[in-house]
C-alpha cells in the first residue's frame, strides 16, 4: 500500500528529470553547434526554439522507433514463413544450388587474381627487357 500512494510522486519525478536531462543535452548541442565556425563542414542550422521542443518530440520519436522494430519483426517472422513454406513446397535445395554457384564464382575470380599476382611477383626473369 505504501508503493501505491508515492508512486505518482515518484514518477512525476521521474518525468520531470528526464525532460530537464533531455533539455540539457538539447542545449548543450544548440551551444557547441553554435561555437563551430561559417566554414565548418559540421556547422547545422538549427533554431533555438527546437530546444524546447526536445521533450515533446522525443516520446514520438520512440513510439515511431518502437512501431518500425514492430513491423521489421513481422516482415522477417513472414519471410521466415515463406521461406520455409517454399523448402517445403520444391523439396530442391534451390538456394544451396545458387549459393554454391556464387561461391564458385567469386572463388575462382580471386583465384584469378591471386594466380596472376603470384605469376608478376615470382614468375620467370624476363630475358630481353625492354629499355
Not at 3 to 20: A, E, I, Q
Not at 32 to 39: E, F, G, H, K, S
Not at 74 to 82: A, E, T
Request: glycine residues 4%.
Amino acid at each position: 500500500m505504501i508503493f501505491m500512494n508515492n508512486t505518482p510522486v515518484y514518477v512525476c519525478r521521474g518525468l520531470v528529470l528526464l525532460l530537464l536531462i533531455l533539455i540539457l543535452c538539447a542545449g548543450h548541442a544548440y551551444r557547441i553547434n553554435a561555437r563551430r565556425a561559417q566554414d565548418d563542414p559540421q556547422k547545422l542550422s538549427f533554431h533555438f526554439g527546437a530546444i524546447w521542443l526536445a521533450p515533446i518530440t522525443w516520446p514520438l520519436l520512440l513510439l515511431a522507433s518502437l512501431m518500425i522494430f514492430i513491423v521489421r519483426i513481422f516482415i522477417y517472422m513472414f519471410l521466415l514463413v515463406i521461406f520455409t513454406i517454399g523448402l517445403l513446397i520444391f523439396r530442391k535445395p534451390f538456394l544451396f544450388v545458387w549459393l554454391d554457384k556464387i561461391a564458385t564464382k567469386i572463388g575462382n575470380k580471386l583465384l584469378e587474381a591471386n594466380t596472376f599476382l603470384i605469376k608478376v611477383a615470382f614468375g620467370k626473369p624476363i630475358k630481353n627487357p625492354q629499355t
